[in-house]
């Protein structure tokens, strides 16, 4: 009973960080229009298509950026894939929970740093956030790498990753710049 394929720890760091870039920057696409979509809407009620839309912005990319990450590996998808990815959920269950004690932890050691009740929660959201854009600086070289040699690349991985970059920076962006307005 052995694997189709077998794979190094690189390709499977790969792998997973592909689904999560593709998936954060679908997420960001698609959050982007909802609140295009919603900004005329500023004191009065969303119509229902906006917040449906909303809705879809969550669900869609979490299962979309790993399919999409799969099958541009060269991956089919088969029963054991999807029955793998059905594991997943209950999982990803578990490393959220671990992640909110994690924070309990964090608002432990900031403590004496900041009293605030959000201390942890937001150190926690720091830490990931810098470990995500580790991860994602990793797979830009890699890309920028493939883009420019002359041997058999994965293109089509290369600009992917390269394009869910730039939407994910950019949105990041906007949404600092819009968070925290200029003042004076």
Known sequence: MGLERSDTLRERFELAGDGALITAAMFSAFTSIALLLSAPFEQSEVPVAVQLMSAVAVFVPGVAGPVVAW???????????????????????VVLLAFALLTFV??????????????????????????????????????VRDLASKGPSRRALAIARVLSAVVVTAFSAAIVFLAFPRRG
């Open 71 to 93: 099958l541009m590996h060269g991956r089919r998808i088969s029963l054991v894939a999807v029955l793998g990815a059905m594991a997943g959920v209950p999982v990803a269950g």
């Open 106 to 143: 964090l608002g432990w050691i900031v403590s004496p740093i900041s009293r605030a009740d959000y201390a942890g929660p937001l150190a926690g959201v720091g830490l990931l956030t810098i470990g995500f854009f580790v991860l994602v600086g990793r797979l830009v070289i890699a890309a």
